[in-house]
């Protein structure tokens, strides 16, 4: 059982204002190849940069915002433009959330300054943050939906990964998907997503076939606003929301209705609110998990922080882009490390 996530309240108390000269870039980000979900196909991703410059240090973070939501980076990327000349005054964290609502812009600058502040301090965040040394994580690795053989054929490719989630459609073929990536992989954790593609009748339908590949979580089964149909279903497996949280404002409706929370830093607003967002999911008995948008090692960094005390992690989004950063995440039989990345080294 992971421990308590640490108070950022506490850090943030010794931490000042910063007043900085923020650059903001669109940055597109080819996939290696395209990847399917339910409702769309990702060919590439587009992320926001941010870099903020004082004192000769630069602190940047990457954000790729919410579609679904419609938080998308070329509006991101002007709401932080506007606020140029309130970060050149000086901000913190507690204005960074005044100035945006949860979402990719108080990602983007929340986790930007989390890093100009280690850099000032000469400390690495997780000290800032009186965490342990972070360590490897074991992070699934998503199959994209397409036909169960090739879904099978993914999963025998990537032989080196524990954990695998496998993209749900809500059609006929899901059950035989499920099956084909089990046969595949007979050693693997697994986990399914619906992505919001499924109704009670298909779930009671699918069931049979969870059970038999003996998987162990279903996220986000019915669409955004039908999670009370949840209250009338018995599922042996855990639930997990994921579209269906953004802040802690929903987690008391929908505590009672899943078991496992996805936090992603791009839907509650960055490293500080996930934090936050992780207390408040564990004091209602949640179970917290770590997710992400696609993007580059740079936008995992600070949700490799989180997963330290995470039950499940979900960062594979830099292993399906064409070229990462450099330096990246390093990933080794199942785990990612992002202990060569610099953001949040203090250095």
Known sequence: MPLDSPDPDRALARLGRCAARMEVEIVRLPLAEPFCIADRVFEDVETVVVQ?????????????????????????????????????????HAQVARLFPPGGARNALDCALWDLQAQRIGLP???LLDMPPPKPLLTTYTIGNAAPDVMADAARRHAQVQAI?????????????????????????????ANRSLTPEKLARL???????????????????????????ELPIA???????????DLERLAPLY????????KCGGLTDGLRLARRARALGLEVMV???????????????????????????????AADCTPGAAYHAGRIDCAAHPWGSGQ
Do not use: H
């Open 52 to 92: 903020l410059e004082a004192d000769g240090c630069v602190g940047q973070a990457e954000a790729a915002g919410v579609f679904y939501l419609g938080d998308m980076p070329l509006d991101i990327a002007a709401a932080l433009t506007d606020a140029r000349p309130i970060v050149a005054q000086g901000i913190d």
């Open 125 to 127: 965040v997780w000290q």
């Open 165 to 193: 989630k496998i993209k749900l459609n809500g059609d006929a073929e899901d059950g035989d998907r499920i099956a084909a990536v089990r046969t595949a992989r007979p050693d693997v954790w697994i986990g399914v997503d």
């Open 207 to 233: 069931l049979p076939a969870l059970l038999s590949a003996q998987v162990q979580l279903v996220e986000q089964p019915f669409a955004v606003g039908a999670d009370s149909a949840l209250a009338d279903v």
């Open 239 to 249: 639930l997990a929301a994921d579209e269906s949280v953004q802040t802690s404002d």
């Open 259 to 266: 078991q496992v929370i996805n936090i992603k830093l791009d």
């Open 291 to 321: 997710g992400n948008m696609l993007g580059s090692s740079l936008a995992m960094a600070p949700a490799f922080l989180l997963g330290q005390y995470c039950s499940i992690v979900d960062l594979d989004g830099p292993i399906f882009l």
